[in-house]
């Protein structure tokens, strides 16, 4: 497995704990005490399917159900092209087509085993710590131009890396 694809799932994994353990200070008021783990699936619109991993222990009687969403729903969203950045875009409850998913990056992430938003929150997330590890400095960049260069905005743009870099050195305290 390549590095980029461990540094997913070790941060997929390490997110749905900091979701399942913090739930009262992340104020989700939802009730997630039952949920164990899930299926995360990273793919890639030319390549298919990359990884297949369990993240945690999801529950016997819904692994199969969670591995086969995961998968349906990276599918779904890569046969949609570029069109759509979520499944959650294209929810159809009827045709069991649900939120989870994301195309970001290049890279199509989908994750079930917990709420459809609260998917989609967590691969968002890891999308996130992993593009501030790996790229801090193209994003960085990126953002000041963005934000500070183009909108003129210096007091939007302090508040944002403030907030930014005490989410990162705090996020696994």
Known sequence: MNNVLLEYLNTTEKVFNAIIFNQEKLNFNLDLSQRRGG???????????????RICLPDLIKQER???????KAKEL???????????????????????????????????????????????????????????????????????NKRKNKEGLKYFLGLSQYYYDHLFD
């Open 78 to 148: 890569s046969d949609k092209g570029n069109s759509y950045t979520t499944s959650y875009q294209t929810r159809n409850l009827e045709e069991e087509k649900y939120g989870g998913a994301i195309y970001i990056n290049h890279y199509i992430l989908s994750f079930s085993g917990l709420p459809e938003l609260v998917e989609e929150a967590l691969l968002l997330t890891v999308e996130l710590i992993i593009c501030a590890s790996v790229h801090r400095k193209i994003l960085k960049d990126n953002i000041i131009e963005n934000i500070y």
């Open 66 to 72: 969670y591995l086969f969403f995961s998968q349906k």
């Open 39 to 53: 299926y995360l699936t990273i793919a890639h619109p030319d390549d298919g399917i990359l990884l297949v991993s």
